[in-house]
């Protein structure tokens, strides 16, 4: 039969004209009654042994076939990693005969069984493959759920701290709902998280080094993208002001922060990548951590620009939040302007200067309102390793002349050092840990440092935005991976408490 006479020459030429001359077309054919595991594992395994998936699901009159090949159809057509599927007339090796597929492949249940295919791929030279897929394919969902959904159970919220500086629940989705229309200018280091998760093989033979593959890779806005995107999500107006590289990740970053709604202002430097921080984890542990940048400080023009450009929408901004995380966005030369400037206009600002594995000074931004420094920021910031937590505390509020300091303690919670209405007074008290059980750490001052200045702006008191701050770095680090949180996300917490 020639093939323009073929039954199914029509989506045969389709799948043809996809494909295009050089990428290698891959086909599968079955009934397919029920999408199932083992089905997703097969297609996924298809869609790698070439450049184009396309299957082929049996019509009504194939034996086995158990639901209209409509619905059987729908069911393939929405696996993403499926190119092309269509509605068979004629029989597999039929097909196969006419659209010439480098590869077919068939469930390894049928490798000691007679296949009609086999005669049609070796009239051209292609090949028939037999596999289940492989079983970890089964855990790409179960991945995706530990980044993208939170998960409350481990947080429990303290009785006594609220009634000890008197505010309610009631008060804070007061104070949650004051965030809408709130006008923020951040300015930071832009930085692209990548997770890498990975089954582990076992250890080398040839050397003591532990073997993994990826299963799964997932990107994410980090750095002062996060503190943008999160107060986008809480409500507020934010004017995102930054630098990148010019390359993919760049871009990724920009797509994203318009996805979420951020108004980003990101000048190129041809000098420096776009900061990639790429973590590889099995079973839910980071093994390593990899850095893809460049630390050096902004050149004087291109600071003078960014300097610029934020002071120009400064006077339309309730709150400025510096996210620094001293790669080199934020020369000393352009924390002073504008310092300076917020200072000259009253525009309360805050600040994080993170120092893990660079160096960093956080007392650099004089005057904050707030200040979210680790225990190791304010011990390098004022050089002491010995003193206790609150003389710590008050030689960085001396340095800094902050007004508010934060000492976040990890797994022990924050000590807040705070102004008291007394103008010569100074109190501290402490707030532990609210999740018990974080499934990732990294997005968690991020989360703190944005809810607390936002609540701080609309009115709320120290104690009550650190509260409220300690609940957005809870959810935060109930999953994996930095996803901006919303007010829903905080209102439900506090309910959930209830």
Request: charged share 20%; proline share 4%.
């Amino acid at each position: 039969m020639a093939a323009s006479q073929f039954p199914d020459a029509e989506k045969i030429a389709e799948i043809k004209a996809l494909a295009g001359h050089d990428r290698r077309i891959v086909f599968v054919a079955g009934n397919f009654n029920t999408v199932h595991p083992g089905h997703l594992r097969l297609l996924k395994f298809a869609s790698e042994c070439g450049d184009f998936l396309a299957v082929g699901v049996a019509s009504d009159a194939s034996p086995g076939a158990l639901l209209p090949a409509k619905l059987r159809f729908d069911g393939i057509n929405a696996i993403s990693f499926v190119d092309f599927a269509f509605e068979m007339t004629t029989a597999p090796e039929d097909i196969i005969r006419v659209l010439k597929p480098t590869v077919v492949v068939k469930g390894d249940e049928y490798e000691t069984k007679h296949n009609p295919e086999q005669a049609a791929v070796d009239e051209y030279g292609g090949k028939l493959l037999f596999s289940s897929g492989e079983m970890r394919f089964s855990s790409i969902d179960l991945l995706k759920n530990e980044f993208f959904a939170p998960h409350r159970s481990p947080i429990t919220l303290p009785q006594d701290y609220p009634a000890r500086h008197g505010f309610t629940s009631a008060d804070v989705r007061r104070t949650l709902d004051k965030f809408k229309g709130l006008r923020i200018a951040v300015i930071g280091d832009l930085i692209v998280d990548e997770y890498i998760s990975c089954d582990a093989l076992g250890m080398s033979q040839e050397d003591p080094t532990l073997v993994v593959t990826p299963i799964l890779q997932e990107r994410f806005i980090g750095g002062a993208g996060i503190v943008a995107s999160h107060a986008r999500k809480m409500g507020a107006q934010v004017r995102y002001f930054s630098v990148a590289g010019t390359d993919a990740v760049a871009g990724f970053a920009r797509e994203k922060l318009q996805e979420y709604g951020v108004e980003a202002t990101i000048f190129e430097d041809d000098s420096r990548p776009t900061t990639l921080k790429q973590r590889f984890r099995a079973a839910g542990k980071t093994l390593l951590r990899v850095s893809h940048l460049r630390q050096h400080d902004l050149e004087p023009r291109l600071g003078q620009r960014l300097v610029e450009q934020v002071r120009a929408a400064l006077n339309q901004c309730d709150l400025v939040i510096f996210s620094d995380f001293n790669y080199g966005c934020l020369p000393q030369s352009v924390v002073d302007q504008l310092v300076a400037h917020c200072v000259a206009h009253n525009i309360p600002f805050v600040a994080d200067s993170q120092s893990s594995s660079q160096m960093g000074d956080v007392s650099r931004f004089k005057g904050a309102m707030l200040l979210t420094p680790t225990e190791r920021e304010a011990r390098l910031a004022v050089r002491d390793f010995s003193s206790g937590l609150v003389v710590l505390a008050e030689k960085l509020r001396q340095k800094s002349r902050a007004a508010n300091l934060l000492l976040t303690l990890g797994a022990e919670g924050i000590l807040a050092h705070v102004a008291s209405e007394g103008a010569f007074e100074w109190e501290t008290d402490r707030l532990p840990a609210f999740n018990r059980a974080p499934k990732d750490t990294a997005g968690a001052g991020d989360s703190l440092l944005t809810c607390t200045a936002m609540a701080m702006t609309v009115g709320a008191s120290i104690w009550q935005s650190m509260y409220l701050g300690s609940v957005a770095a809870a959810c935060q680090v109930s999953r994996v991976g930095n996803i901006p949180l919303s007010t829903n996300d905080l209102m439900q917490e506090l309910a959930d408490q209830r």
